[in-house]
């Protein structure tokens, strides 16, 4: 059977990194490559470079103001150029880029059959023009397969008359990513530069809060309100460290060190690599974010987590209570961060949930189902 794993973005890299690797386990079975669009560059290659992956086909899509005009057509004529050359059986795609919407819509038109992982998850929001609803629904349609992270996204599928045999609960890959990551991040003759920085600012006195963000609905006021919000939680709590990889989207920048430069315990630092990341988020307290990965990984670690969006695609990680959604509402970020870092009882019960993201074997779950395809 062959195979053919696209993705182009940092967080679709991360959860199609285990997936690859353990196709590749099995290659006596499979022929399966590699086509990255490189729908985020550098990011993207940090995480190929960490899980050891070499693309087999490299489009190098990623252009200086960037829109989605230009990328969705970008991609599927070239994704044309690499179904015809490789002719694959399955075509996999991860969640809701571009590049998975745009390269569904290309393998449809090959004839392939189309396996969507991390499928099924729905804001029923489709609000023009932030495309990720949309990229979702899209691919949901084209899909033959869906891998499913939880038995919420399953009934999204059941819902919209998708059959109960196309369907696979599989878990979420990202867990089987932090696992193989947090392993090798802990080994001891693992090196990495980044990690060797963020030492110093890892002191036994202060607690970490760490904070992401980059979703385009937030971007103007939200980020305002944010930055606002972190502001005051640093200088009420001179005991926290806050650290911030902040993205390298313009309208994150901007905002962020023009509010948050001067604040004496709020780092601000650039994007981390994905190894890094991970060993961050264990030494850290509680975790701000909008991220989707973010709110997946983070209880694996025991990690509470406050999401930065007013509705989630994730409802199962609030209904598990290991996320709270505070929204960009100043005073409530400001309320809910002061409520763990004061609370013992609220921090340990939300520390202690069970993830329901699953147990990090989506990956051999998805092999087995296509080896009996
Ligand atoms: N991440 C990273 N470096 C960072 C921030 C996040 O490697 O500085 C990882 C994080 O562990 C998660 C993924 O990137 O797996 C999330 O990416 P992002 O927040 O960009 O996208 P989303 O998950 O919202 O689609």
Known sequence: KKN??????????????????????HSD??????????????????????????????????????NLYNLTS???????????????????????????????????????????????????????PFPEEMNRCVTGVL???????????????????????????TGNTVIDALKFSVEKVNTTNYVDQQIEDLKPLIKENKRIILVTGHRRENHGQGFINICEALKQIALDNPNTQIIYPVHLNPNVQKPVYELLNQVDNIKLISPLSYPA????????????????????????????????????ERP?????????????????????????LNDHDSYSNMSKCHNPYGDGSACEKIVEYIFNH
């Open 316 to 340: 199962e990680a609030v209904d598990a209570g290991t996320v709270i959604l505070v929204g960009t509402d100043k005073t409530k970020i400001v309320d809910k961060t002061q409520k763990l």
């Open 29 to 66: 079975k499979f022929d399966t490559k590699v086509c990255v669009t490189a729908q985020h560059r550098e990011m993207l290659d940090q995480v190929l470079s960490f899980f050891e992956i070499i693309p087999d086909y490299d489009l190098d899509l990623m252009k200086p103001n960037q």
């Open 143 to 169: 899909s033959t397969i869906h891998f499913s992270p939880t038995e919420t996204s399953k009934n999204n599928l059941l819902r919209e008359n998708k059959s109960e045999n196309s369907i696979l609960i």
């Open 4 to 25: 053919l794993i696209v993705f182009g973005t940092r967080p679709e890299a991360i959860k199609m990194a285990p997936l690859v690797k353990e196709f590749l386990k």
């Open 277 to 312: 990341f991970v060993w961050l988020m264990d030494k850290s307290y509680l975790i701000i974010t909008d991220s989707g990965g973010v709110q997946e990984e983070a209880p694996s670690l025991g990690k509470p987590v406050l999401v930065m969006r007013d509705t989630t």
């Open 74 to 128: 970008d991609i599927i004529l070239n994704l044309k150029l690499v179904l015809e050359d490789f002719q694959p059986d399955y075509v996999y795609v991860h969640g809701d880029t571009t590049t998975t919407m745009a390269t569904s819509l290309a393998a449809f038109y090959s004839g392939a059959i189309i396996c969507h992982v991390e499928a099924g998850l729905r804001t029923f929001n489709m609000k023009s």
